[in-house]
């Protein structure tokens, strides 16, 4: 049985950076626009050409791309034609296979917002597209406010179709500007569009996730009969964001009925790259990716629960949806106090420990774990403290160096210019192939600012461990994390730190004390203990 | 019209709790409990009473609640009568109104993960419902993977909900365990079940986020029929999170056609109550909180644009779906001071600060509001420190003292008995009337343990005010939260101090710095500032 064709519009250059706190570059622009490409989206949106210097930038140096370029815009200003419209001009000067113009077809709007009549409104579309379709132009119309203009004035929000329509756009896109609009109100209103005589084949959706549904929204349309999806990666947007792309493509590839009925322009080899592509725009925007993310969440496939752990064991299907190979992501089985023994070999499998079933050392690794968690430790997320602790029981874990104390000393006072300024200085003392080396650092950043007593004592501890020093070189802290918890019956500080290495490596280590310097150099030792263990070996 | 009752079940303590990351202690519990019960939700599931120590404490000392509480369970084990199962004797003996077991509908499960024939798990489903109803209690029934089952066979998963409908179960949870049933499905499927028999008023819907779908999903299940609807907070829970409670509550109560056909637990002022709500569980979690959450989030109704921004001011209606004030949020317009600045008077009379509404002061102090978050710091939470910010560019902020400079150090080191320990030392250089008054303090408590350099700094600090010393004898740090946050381009941390006095007052403070102890310096600073303004006045 042959499939239909669906057809995905990306936005993320150009909704996404509505999104409050997101300001792309131009260089960042061509990044994105080059993974979505390999991606295999049909449309890339890059921007709105002339609105402002970085988007006029990317469009002036963008490579070829595979997928269709647009260029965003709007109708004409009233009291002109398209053809002398200057800011529809500077749109179409970008000299994109395609333009995509936003238009009114909410009579409220027309009124409110452009302060023009209904007809001269129609006349808008009408001259604004045949003027790109008169350029050669694939022509695209952004149908804002559709689904509440439909619902005020059915007739008129159709009238606007068909003038865009008529005048030779290729895609009409509804447009739930607001986003309020919920999933079976857009199954309706899709399919009464569709019997009023307007091909969904030329229908497009763009949803926005105010309801926290705009995945099902444009599920539901194509349900309907649209045949284009508007979206952004990881859901970028104004207010609540877009529709996320990241979550539609793998149900619109693997999941039924839509795998069975529609294909897209996505490999299942590019697929497999969705979980990296998600993360690289975290990256990009130097977010912490969200770990509930839908298939690419770091916990999207992780099984916390005691007897889904053990089933999983048994056979992944019993408790995952998809296998998360598919789209790059992996399998996680945290320990907890919730976790049973029956996921603690699988665990020390993964780290390259394996352990008989019968092994007495099982019995005191999940001892020591309660007892750690008891403290205030946490395993969930710490992968390579539990992998240090797992060794020591299993008398697998080597004694690289031995730190014998340090001291740490965070200072505030006027300076010159008798302005409040501080400054750390740490030393550490450590004793390596029993030779003592003092390492002295302190917290001043290149641009003169204090980082703090952390930074000054990671800075002393790798700053000489003699023949390890070259092992840890490539070594970063990524990410610090703390918090207060509970220990025992007393408050103390959990601090979870993320490194990372020049082979890509990504680990987490904990430290827990009541003293927070002390929980934090913990965690930075742990650190380098684990790296050390990749890169040396077990036996130094 | 008479509205139909539809009921929400939380399960934000026990299937919440399977998160990743999460794990809450008794009196986290106590307070979510006691905030879901002001909410209006009608169960409250509190755990899995025997199955951990955390969730036996909370059915031992949680207080009465209007909401039914429910302990969860699952069906007895294979081999025994209910009444001689101790693990659902631990569970009803948490003396709950309601109890809920979760039970095999997927005869894939039932002769895996089981290992027992069909008919004998009707047994075990038929056995311990009608246990539960012999004890006098509201009997739910979660049948796991009822989707998956039921596409699997359809009959026997009937049969299922069957078993526990005549052994007396007041509802039957269909559970889409995996996660991967999209919203048409499960609307296809819940539709075929009434049809077949089981009333729509005894059915409840749980789903999952796998697909980013759940919301939609729940209410498709709604639309189906079904009158129940189990939900977490913030969408916490195993994997990518359960439905939503606070997406789908709002949508429930001001979205049509639910508003117009239904009826839920929670009045409009409760509703008022929900950002709150959210950003309490984040607090509790120690969770940045996600800005892009539909209804409650930062951005939710932020407004970049800047043809959205405009036309917001003409009218609000034109690009907002709700008034953000229904839901206890509020708009944020980036360019324009408009809107800010009657919420800004209300906050200042919260504070005992009136200021008249043409007040220049007012301009000036959201711009200190907006730098000052530009630098991480967050107000959200902080009055007290924003009294301060306020009273700063009013004129009105006494210099009670000054500090002069501050040094902390903390030592690791063996003792003599050859064992590790660390001690904090901190010198405060303070300027009281005139007269320069150094203290010093070490972070040792009554037990003899190091409590960290910002306890040395806090004791340092309160050692010795000259005549304001009596004012804060009373004063005690309760809670303590630190947070990685971004400050412009570097990450930063961010401190947030809860202190309390004598007279029953608790009050937030903020610091922020690229240094640890710096920002918690601050933060003490700010306590203690804003504690003398309360007893010693205005004018020192």
Known sequence: MSRERLYLYDTTLRDG????????????????????????????????????????????????????????????????????????????????????IVGKTHEFHVETALGIGLDENLETIRDSVAHLVAQGREALFDAEHFFDGYRANPAYALDCLRAALEAGARWLVLCDTNGGTLPAEVHRIVTEVIAAGIP????????????????????????????????TLNGLGERCGNAN??????????????????????????????????????????????????????????????????????????????????????????????????NLRRRLAE?????????????????????REAEGYSYDTAEASFELLARAELGRL??????????????????KRNRMVSLSEAVVVVKVDGEKKLS???????????????????????????RYQTAIEDMRLVDFKVRITQGGTEAVTRVIIDSEDGAGRRWSTVGVSANIVDASFEALLEAVRWKLIRDVGETP
């Open 17 to 100: 950076q509505q999104t409050q706190g997101v300001q792309f570059s131009t260089a960042e622009k061509l990044k994105i626009a080059a993974a979505l490409d390999a991606l295999g989206v049909d449309y890339i949106e890059g921007g709105w050409p002339g609105a402002n210097p970085t988007d006029s930038a990317f469009f002036d140096t963008v490579p070829a791309t595979r997928a269709t370029l647009t260029a965003f815009g709007m109708t004409k200003r009233a009291g002109r034609s398209a053809a002398n419209d200057d800011v529809l001009a500077a749109v179409l000067n970008a000299g994109t296979g395609a333009v995509c």
């Open 200 to 231: 969904g084949n030329r229908l497009g959706i763009h949803t926005h996730n105010d309801t926290e549904t705009a995945v099902a929204a444009s599920l539901a349309a194509v349900e309907a009969g649209v045949r284009q999806i508007q979206g």
């Open 245 to 342: 792309l990241v979550s539609l493509i793998p149900t619109l590839m693997l999941k039924p009925p839509y795998r069975d009925q529609f294909e897209i322009g996505v490999t299942a080899e590019a697929l497999e790259g969705l979980t990296r592509l998600s993360r690289m725009l975290d990256d990009i925007l130097n977010r912490v990716p969200l770990k509930q993310l839908a298939y690419v969440g770091g916990s999207a496939f992780a099984h916390k629960a005691g007897l889904h752990a053990s089933a999983i064991l048994k056979n992944p299907a019993t408790y995952e949806h998809i296998d998360p190979a598919l789209v790059g992501n992996r399998r996680f089985v945290p320990m907890s106090n919730q976790a049973g023994q029956s």
């Open 351 to 371: 780290a390259g420990l394996e352990v008989d079933p019968g092994d007495p050392a099982l019995g005191r690794i999940l001892e020591a774990v309660k007892a």
């Open 398 to 415: 080597p004694e690289f160096f031995e730190v014998k104390r340090y001291r740490v000393t965070v200072e505030r006072r006027k300076n």
């Open 440 to 466: 002295v650092s302190e917290s001043m950043d290149e641009t003169g600012s204090d980082r703090g007593p952390v930074n000054a004592l990671s800075k002393a501890l790798a700053k000489d461990l003699g």
